[in-house]
């Protein structure tokens, strides 16, 4: 049952690193997420399929982690079948979706931020 579980959700993170990408596409023209730092520096980090992949990798160790794995498995499927719509074109993020992607793309903009602050390499 775990095993299927799985594989739910990995189809699910499938779908919605696609239509997230087309979603940053449809909104920025781009896959560029561009990030402004103190003393008018600007980094951009591009944000490819293997980038998405791990962001929502990231989140689902976070579900894992605070609620165990039976549990966060079923928060990580519930919370992955709300954030995709199908319509006849094609998958898209629902309202759900979007702030799960939003949410992690900000956790990238911190984390350049203060990699920036603290000296670090970028």
Known sequence: MMENKNVLIEKYRNRIKNAALAWMKK???????????PAEKIVTVEITEQYMDLLLRRFE???????GTIEGNK?????????IGINKETEYLTESGKLIID????????????????GGVI
Not at 27 to 37: A, E, P, Q, V, W
Not at 61 to 67: P, T, W
């Open 75 to 83: 928060i990580i499927n519930s919370s992955y079948q709300d954030a």
């Open 61 to 67: 160790a976070l579900a894992r982690g605070e609620f």
């Open 103 to 118: 949410d992690l793309l900000m956790e990238v903009v911190e984390y350049v931020k203060e990699k920036h602050v603290g």
């Open 27 to 37: 909104k920025t023209g781009g896959n560029l997420l561009i990030i402004n730092l």
